[in-house]
DNA sequence: AGTCGCCTGTCCATAATATGGACAAGAACG
DNA sequence: CGTTCTTGTCCATATTATGGACAGGCGACT
């Protein structure tokens, strides 16, 4: 029923925009945008260029990336509640934050991507901040990302990880990496990751999966690799754990 | 240089978002998508309805109405800072809501409508509260479109307003009626309007310019009428202007 | 009951639109 | 000064989006 049909240029400038939203606030060159959709340059240049026109997608002079542009947030005033998952989950985040004190992130799936939708920053001396709210990655690339490929049916993972494997080149990953990780985190019950984004560094993702079954999110500690060995880790996976089912039960209610 | 062509499909696509956006949480009915862009009916709905697959517009079950989905506030993550005018702005606000005492309003121009970007609740018991952070409207409806309006060369204002037309009547209102309070507001140096979008309330508009001349915002005072009279209008003018002048000053540095 | 008005959704032949191969030109590098 | 990277533009082509026409649903009025 999916494929409506007639609008693919729509489409298209949608693919666009979400791979520009990758490129948060540097934006993205124009090269790398026809890698990760596949379509060719022509197409990309002039799609690009009429949402610059109409004030979508803003080129920065100095660089010559292209970025989203002012319009998208004034269009999205238009929704003024905030999500539903965000409201759910933030007792939780306050607690496990406190009681843990590393940094903690909240990942929403959106699409085929990842979306950094809160984070809460621990009482610790040495935090991981990589990672910022409105950071998108393609899922499977992040720790959060393989979570969610994790908690969903293998087949569906697997149909993920191949519309995104043009774009894991970007991240130095590929398809048969990311599919390993999501099976070894499957039967772990949550993932762990040894080598995180910034050296030095671990993370464990648990994930939230919504009343239907389908994985809404995932919430992730990242520290310094040192502060967490394998019996912290195991304090740390129980904690997010008891969490990720309470925040289950606030979305179910 | 503006016309690029090519892409017909996604300039229909935003310019029905746009639409969508004025609706709100509520959405808006097809038809009146329909009107508002001239576009054909299956034109129209073949497009929202894969704007609905992709996850950018909503559908509500009850009402049938379209409006502005999840996807977009997501989108708008991708840049994290706050708009230059929001805080450029806030200090003035917040001095002439202290000084004036009803509610405030910030209006931004964007394209052809008018959003709100900022609303101060003042002291005085009575406060209109009739429009909201987020609300759109076609440049000319509300007491602060008409400002804007008056602070561009009037050539470009009549081409807005022929833009907006076939918009109007669902405001009540018509473009010689428009026209007609954009000249008077250009004399009065400010917009005046006795009837407020709701009854017995009276509104003040000043305009905001930036560095190159063209009108960015507007702000607004909304009042029940009787708290208005002639001197108070005087002097709830001169402190809009003033703080306008202020605002100009900050954006400009 | 019928009929009018206004709404949403669908079909498909047609024409207009978006496409992408080919070409051009600038920048960074050795 | 060739090589390889990038971005931008042209235009003949066929693929894609278009909109007139048709269909069905709902509520109001008679």
Chains 1, 2 share one sequence.
């Not at 993702?205 to 520290?223: C, E, L, Y």
Request: a positive charge.
């Amino acid at each position: 029923m999916e494929p409506r049909q007639g609008a693919q240029a729509i489409r298209r400038a949608l693919a666009v925009l979400r791979i520009l939203a990758a490129g948060r606030e540097d934006g993205v060159p124009l090269a790398e945008v026809v890698r990760a959709t596949g379509l060719t340059r022509p197409t990309v240049h002039r799609i690009v260029h009429v949402l610059i026109e109409e004030g979508i997608v803003e080129r920065h002079n100095k660089t010559g990336r292209y970025a989203i542009g002012n319009q998208v947030p004034e269009l999205a005033l238009a929704r003024p509640r905030p999500s539903r998952l965000l409201v759910a989950a933030n007792p939780s985040l306050r607690r496990a934050s406190a009681e843990i004190g590393d940094t903690l992130f909240l990942t929403a799936r959106t699409g085929n991507d990842t979306l950094c939708v809160d984070r809460r920053i621990g009482i610790y001396p040495i935090q991981v901040l990589s990672i910022e709210v409105g950071a998108r990655r393609p899922l499977g690339v992040s720790s959060a990302g393989v979570a969610i490929l994790a908690a969903m049916p293998a087949p569906d993972a697997r149909k993920i990880v191949a519309a995104n494997e043009k774009r894991f080149a970007a991240y130095q990953t590929d398809a048969a990496t990311v599919l390993g990780q999501v099976t070894a985190a499957r039967k772990r019950g949550y993932n762990m990751r040894e080598i995180g984004l910034v050296q030095g560094t671990k993370s464990i993702s648990t994930w939230i999966k919504t009343p239907d079954g389908q994985p809404a999110a995932a919430m992730t500690v990242s520290a310094v690799r040192t502060r967490l060995g394998p019996r912290r880790e195991q304090e740390v996976a129980e904690i997010l754990l008891r969490e990720a089912r309470t925040i289950e039960q606030a979305i179910g209610g």
